[in-house]
């Protein structure tokens, strides 16, 4: 018996591709020295990266709405101590 794939060939290639574009576009912001948002720059770019990992390569677009109510607690969690984090270093004398 054979399977079919969850998701086609066509749609990992292209967020293979788009992977490889925003890595293209890290590199490039990572050069530009853009001060304070550099830094928030690349945080935006890598949850876009890791948001498509987690969708297509990890089939979490696929599963029960459980597992991802705990991702986004999880995400949220760690984005509110980024940002404390971030404010810290921003406010320091």
Known sequence: ?????????RAYLLVWLSL????????TIAGMHLGRWSALAAVL??????TLVLLYF?????E???FRIALLVALVTMT???LLTFAD?????
Request: net charge positive; hydrophobic share 50%; glycine share 10%.
């Open 1 to 9: 018996m054979s399977t079919r794939p969850l998701v086609a060939s």
């Open 20 to 27: 490889i574009v925003l890595t293209g576009m890290t590199i």
């Open 45 to 50: 770019i890598a949850g876009t990266k890791g």
């Open 58 to 62: 990890m089939h979490l677009k696929y």
């Open 64 to 66: 029960a709405r459980l």
């Open 80 to 82: 509110v101590i980024l």
């Open 89 to 93: 270093t921003a406010y320091r004398g």
